[in-house]
Structures are given as C-alpha cells and as structure tokens.
C-alpha cells in the first residue's frame, strides 16, 4: 500500500511504526512541518508543509486553539493538493490529529482511508483538570474553554474510518460509538536499544563526575519542569532523600519553561517553575546536598537512553 502519515513533528509517536511499514513493504510517505533536513528517513519519503500565516492578534481565547488548528489544517491541505498534482494518491493516511493538520485531506483524497492518533479526549472533570487542588482554575469559564478544544477532535471522528491509540486508558476517553472504532497500538519500545548495560558510564561537570552503575542514581526527566508533571512534588522530597540515601546523586532532565509550560499556567509574577521550587526548598538543602543535584536540559536520545540504563530509581 501507499500509506502517508500526517505528523507535525515527524516522526513522533509515529517512530517504530513507520520503519515497521516500509520492512513490510509498503511505500511509506510523511508530510510535515519539522524540517528534518533531508528526504527521506529510514525509508520514509519526506515532504514539507509551511505555515504562512498565524493566529489573529488579540483573537478570542476561547477559539484561538481551533484557529491555530484551522491554519495547520489548510497549510497541509495545500501541500496535499501539490502532492495530488504529482500524482500521489495513498491507500491510506495514519494521522496524529492533534494539530488540525489531516481535517481537509478526505478534500484531496476522499478515496484514502483515514485513520488518527486518539491520543486524549478532553473532559472538564476527572482526567487533567483539577486533580493538584494547589492549583485550582482559577477561570470560571475553563470547563467551556476546554470542551471548544474538542471541536478538532469531533470533526476528525466524523472523518476518520478508525483510530489508534497507544493504551487502554487513552482509548477510553473517546465516547461511542468513535471508542469502538479504536484500536489499540502501542508506540512501540525497541528493544535492541532499551536493554540493562551494566557497563554504563555517565560524566558529569565536564568529566570530573564519572556516574556507573555501582552508584545510588535518582533521575527524573520532564521535558518541562512544571507542576503538571510533579516537578514541585519531586523537588520537595528531595531535603529528605538526600539526608536518608547520602551518597544518592539526582539527576533532573528537563527545559526551564521560560519560552512558557508544555501544560499548565505560568508562574504568577513571572520567573520559572524551575527556579521557584529549586528556592521553596532551599532552607533545608546545605551545599553539600546541592553538589549531589545535577540540572540538565534536553538531551540526546543516546544520552537519555544511558540515564534509563543508569538510574537505580
């Protein structure tokens, strides 16, 4: 088959299971935003989409989501179109739909079967809202907020023939009757890179800490540190652990949030995530402690492959 997936960042969650498709066959084609640098990846043929215009300044907060959306939506269209003209038509199309990108290509090829990514299902009660009541929403209008955000989502499950979705779980925020249309693909871990290496070495503070597997290693990686994804409740753990495991070192990966969160709100007044609990715990962390803490940003794969094979916890 001629199968095309629809990624705004490319490849995605879509890493183990587009190789998989070309190994068994089929001609594999990508349409994307990133720019990978190059045509083709792992057999995956490359091709781009660009935006040329961006959200209205000053735009409802309430539709800004769908709009961001309906942008990405007709820049992929138009490069759909182009492709069309070349003579491309694919069998089938497996888009994460997150991003709006794959709501007008049944326009371009209605004949295509379509199948998305069901990654989440946005709900105002009892997933990811209101769970940390030390952050409370503080705007009465969120719950409507959030349900607007589904519009992507409801539009695309009267499109698509099928989903995928990478656990149970995720699978069950969908309603019926899409739910049933779900089935259930995990990402896929590649275990001939993913394995125990009781040879692994890591060096820190420019070789002058050499890490092994014979060392107490606690890690916590986020791609942001924020308190959606337990920052604050890491951190302070951290005076206790440290004074009940003393020759511990913690190793924290993630990106200060500066450029602002991955999920949540900003800090009032300013500052980061980072920062402000690295500052609330301070009064019970001496400068011996500190010099156990080591701060990292993003990594490469290879070296977070190595964090995996390193961490005692």
Not at 50 to 70: H, M, Q, Y
Not at 85 to 112: C, M, N, R, T
Not at 247 to 263: C, E, Q, T
Not at 302 to 307: R, V
Request: aromatic share 10%; hydrophobic share 40%; charged share 25%.
């Amino acid at each position: 088959m001629k199968i095309l997936f629809i990624h705004q960042n490319f490849p995605g969650q879509f890493k183990s299971l587009a190789p998989a498709l070309v190994e068994a066959g089929h001609a594999v084609r990508t349409l994307t935003m990133r720019d990978i640098g190059k045509k083709s990846w792992l057999g995956v043929t490359i091709d781009r989409y660009t935006l040329n215009k961006f959200s209205t300044k000053g735009i409802d907060p309430w539709v800004s989501d769908f709009e961001s959306k309906a942008i990405r939506a007709e820049a992929c269209f138009r490069a759909a179109l182009e492709l069309m003209k070349q003579g491309y038509e694919p069998d089938l199309i497996i888009a994460h739909h997150g991003w709006g990108e794959s709501l007008f290509l049944k326009e371009v090829w209605p004949k295509a079967r379509l199948g998305i990514y069901c990654e989440f299902f946005y709900k105002t009660h009892g997933l990811d809202v209101g769970f940390d009541p030390e952050f409370p929403e503080m705007d009465e209008g969120y719950g409507c907020k959030l349900t607007l955000k589904n519009v992507n989502n409801l539009l695309h499950m009267q499109l698509a023939d099928a989903g995928i979705s990478p656990t149970n779980w995720q699978a069950s925020t969908f309603p019926e009757p899409f739910r049933s249309k779900i089935t259930i693909v995990h990402d896929g871990i590649d275990t001939d890179v993913l394995v125990p290496d009781p040879e692994v070495s890591l060096t820190l503070n420019n070789g002058k800490i050499k890490l092994t597997r014979q060392d107490e290693i606690i890690t916590f990686a986020n791609r942001n540190l924020e308190p959606y994804r337990g920052y604050h409740i890491f951190m302070r753990a951290l005076p206790e652990i440290l004074k009940r495991r003393p020759n511990a070192r913690v190793l924290i990966v993630g990106g200060d949030g500066k450029d602002g969160p991955s999920y949540g709100a900003v800090p009032d007044g300013g500052g980061s995530w980072k920062e402000i609990f690295k500052s609330e715990i301070s009064s019970g962390m001496t400068e011996a402690d500190w010099a156990r803490v080591h701060y990292s940003s993003k990594i490469p794969y290879q070296t977070f492959t190595k964090l995996l094979q390193l961490s005692t916890v």
